[in-house]
């Protein structure tokens, strides 16, 4: 018998984007308007953003976790990505949810990330 609220073996925890969208990459760059207030990088180089799905109806749903989950502005960060990315043309709706797994660590950072903070 099998769990089936573990993930099965060899699947993405990571639910895929909608990379050949028309929009991704107008919310990518929204994304990247969007900065966490105590690191000087913005949050889609951090590797904070997971998924951005977008259906055929432009509605985005972005899923997205946090540094930390004592993060300051846990409760503020998802309402500042709506705010970056529903004036974007074409958008129609914008929905952020915030999720824990996988937990964020330093290797999800982009290469610039990693060298605008010194990593690297």
Do not use: Q
């Not at 308007?33 to 590797?47: A, K, R």
């Not at 977008?54 to 300051?72: F, Q, R, S, W, Y």
């Amino acid at each position: 018998m099998t769990n089936t609220s573990e993930p099965l073996e060899g699947a993405p925890l990571i639910a895929p984007s909608s990379v050949s969208h028309p929009l991704f990459d107008t919310v990518v760059e929204a994304c990247r308007s969007v900065y966490d207030p105590e690191i000087p990088v913005n949050i889609y180089e951090l590797g904070l953003i997971y998924t951005i799905d977008i259906n055929d109806e432009n509605d985005v749903k972005i899923i997205m976790t946090l540094t930390a989950p004592g993060c300051p502005v846990a409760g503020e960060m998802p309402g500042w990505i709506v705010d970056a990315v529903s004036p974007m043309p074409g958008i129609k709706s914008v929905d952020v949810a915030i999720t824990w797994d996988p937990p964020w660590g330093m290797e999800m950072m982009s290469d610039e990330a990693r060298l605008e903070l010194g990593f690297m």
